[in-house]
């Protein structure tokens, strides 16, 4: 009996040995980073990869934990900062725009250093906008100063017989003014996430004046729809975990380089259903419009 039990020890020792450890670095406990982190947890509870929580910002991070890893998965770019500080280690960043990844990146240029974005695929969003204003053509979208039209999404807009019609704000204070401009050519405003148009007020100033223009708004969060977007396309933390999740179990035991900032394979829906009816505008079932955006539907 005790000669089969060392076998099966020596079987299975070294595929603990063996294994990928990722340590989970939160910006916060709680919230959408402790959600993500629950249903990573779940998705990752058999097979090769073992996470191990290393703590967060508020409460302070476990350097042996990090220092051991194989990979560092923070969330958020003020964890991501915190980790690639001390640690140099290869580092996925979940929970994070373009922007703010890009910005990470280039005051930590030696930094092995990727993520898994909030953005939508820019054609996942025209093709939703598509499914909802089929005879829409013209977008307008205001952005920061500082930041650039990412060149998917006007490709895919042109592609799809789009006008975007864009504007630049310097701060929130010239939201409404930009606002103005850009919505009385527009048939809808798309709103994407963006480093000073996302905080409260300026949301607020959106929503608000694009109302009194009667102007649907395409947004990147089921929070923002409640608000008063018409719709949007996003992923919540656990879709964020399922992606995650695939990716790690995808290396196989070991990475290098990592990838190219990775946008979301997994997505939710949201319309607000009451906000469509005072525009009058007649909004296909969920079930249709996720039709309409898996075909890619040709406008």
Known sequence: MLQVLLVALACFLPGVAHA?????????PGGAYQAFADSL???????????TPAGNLEDGFDDAVLARADLILATGPAAAAAVVEHHRRPTMVALISGAQLAELRGRYPQA???????????????????????????????????????????????????????????????????L?????????????????????????SILLTSYR???????????????????????????????????????????????APRAPLTYRIAVNRQVARSLNIGVPSDAQLRAQIEAGRER
């Open 213 to 259: 223009f009667r102007r649907p708004i395409f947004a990147f969060s089921q929070a923002y729809v409640e608000a008063g977007a018409l719709a949007a396309v996003f992923s919540a933390p656990e879709d964020v975990a399922s992606d995650v999740a695939g990716w790690l179990r995808s290396l196989g035991g070991g990475v290098g380089r990592l990838p």
């Open 180 to 204: 103005e401009q850009v919505l009385p050519a527009s048939d809808a405003l798309l709103v994407l996430p963006d480093p000073v148009l996302s905080a409260p007020n300026p949301a607020r």
């Open 112 to 178: 092995n250093l990727s993520g898994f974005l909030l953005e939508q695929p820019a054609e996942r969003q025209i093709r939703l906008m598509g499914a909802v204003l089929p005879k829409g053509s013209r977008i307008g979208m205001l952005r920061s100063s500082g930041t650039v039209l990412d060149p998917e999404l006007a490709r895919a807009a042109s592609a799809s017989g789009y006008r975007l019609i864009e504007h630049s704000v310097a701060g929130s204070a010239e939201v409404i003014a930009g």
């Open 20 to 28: 990928f450890k990722v340590a989970l670095a939160l910006a916060q």
């Open 41 to 51: 947890q779940l998705k990752l509870a058999s097979g090769g990869v073992v996470l």
